[in-house]
């Protein structure tokens, strides 16, 4: 069991490196197609340009959050990242459920009455495995304190 009351699940650093990374991708792209060559190296230069331009845009925005807490999981219940907070009585079923096959997306799914929730777990700073087992533990806090 853990020695606080709750646990705050922020997003990974390691989306600095891939932003960067793609930052790099965009700007080999452009050196690439101002030193001039074969079509190919054009073509490839140009693919270059777009998908790091595009995957640094994307990653921009998220690194806009990368303080903010993604998911709080304490003895009271979950807070999701846009401030929705579950109470443990009201949660239920809750699993991992892996969307895709070769390199799946995460997400934490429970039911609350009157809807489900599906939350986003890729990218944050505990495996997805890391943040059931808190689940668990929290839960089982929650039910010995009632």
Known sequence: MHASDEVTIKFSKAKILWFMAMVLVFIGGIVSLLQGGSIIKYIMSIVSIIVGATLAYQEYWNLLNLNKPQLVISNKGITA??????????????????????????????????????????????????????????????????
């Open 81 to 146: 990242h846009d401030g929705e907070f579950y109470e443990w009585q009201y949660i239920s079923n809750e699993k991992l459920m892996p969307l895709g096959s070769v390199k799946p997306t995460w997400f934490l799914w429970f039911e609350t009455p009157g809807r489900n929730r599906k939350l986003h777990l890729d990218g944050l700073d505990k495996r997805p495995e890391q943040i059931l087992a808190l689940i668990k533990d929290f839960r089982k806090a929650s039910e010995m304190h009632r």
